[in-house]
């Protein structure tokens, strides 16, 4: 059972979240109420490519190197950050990130060429990067609980903006979400506390992001 638990937690790591909410929308049928917007859906393979590859660079594994080479140094006790003050400069490494990930596509491809989830999912990134630095300083969530949070978050956002979209998708997200939280808690991670914390603050969080970030962006 331990070992079951451990692949979960390593499967669904946090930064490969993103990673796993751009394929369902990439490639599962959707289509937007708004039929003018660009759709992740019917975007071009080869363009579909390009930005996971720049999402896996930025998002997946600029970060996963930074932390590793923090931990070998000896700024981090364990690549999993388990101690609560160590967590604040890596979040600060994720937002920079993001951020950087955000002004790259703008500039490469601004007046919202791609579809508006593009430009907003490295924002939302950046936002809740920031909400656990400042959570962080007083309080230890689960990260891993977090990003099961922005996933759910991020399908609840995108579906409510579709008109055609497999909306079995959010249980299945929910499901996921559940076996991450049982899999932190059966390993002793984190406190029954710190991962509802994580999760139900990062899918409030990403979601009233999603909705509501592309009001400013127009």
Not at 122 to 138: E, F, K, N, S, Y
Not at 142 to 165: D, K, M, R, T
Request: hydrophobic share 55%; proline share 6%.
């Amino acid at each position: 059972m331990r070992q079951f638990a451990n692949a979960i937690s390593w499967i669904f790591l946090p930064l490969f979240m993103p990673i796993y909410g751009l394929l369902l929308t990439f490639y599962i049928p959707s289509q937007e109420f708004d039929i003018s917007k660009p759709s992740m859906f019917e975007m071009e393979y080869s363009l579909k490519a390009q930005i996971l590859f720049l999402f896996l660079v930025f998002v997946t594994i600029a970060p996963g190197v930074s932390f590793i080479l923090m931990y070998k140094r000896g700024l981090l006790s364990s690549v999993e950050m388990e101690e609560r003050k160590e967590r604040l400069f890596p979040l600060f490494i994720m937002l920079s990130y993001c951020i950087l990930l955000f002004f790259l596509f703008w500039k490469k491809a601004p007046n919202l060429f791609l579809p508006e989830y593009i430009y907003i999912l490295p924002l939302t990134g950046a936002i809740v990067a920031l909400i656990c630095m400042i959570l962080t300083i007083r309080f230890k969530i689960s990260l891993h609980a977090a990003g099961a949070g922005i996933f759910v978050g991020y399908l609840c956002a995108f579906a409510s903006n579709q008109i055609e979209f497999h909306v079995v998708l959010i249980p299945i997200g929910i499901l996921i979400s559940g076996l991450i939280l049982s899999a932190r808690l059966y390993l002793e991670k984190h406190s029954p506390q710190q991962v509802y914390l994580g999760w139900s603050l990062m899918f409030i969080a990403s979601y009233l992001s999603l909705k509501y970030i592309p009001l400013i962006l127009q």
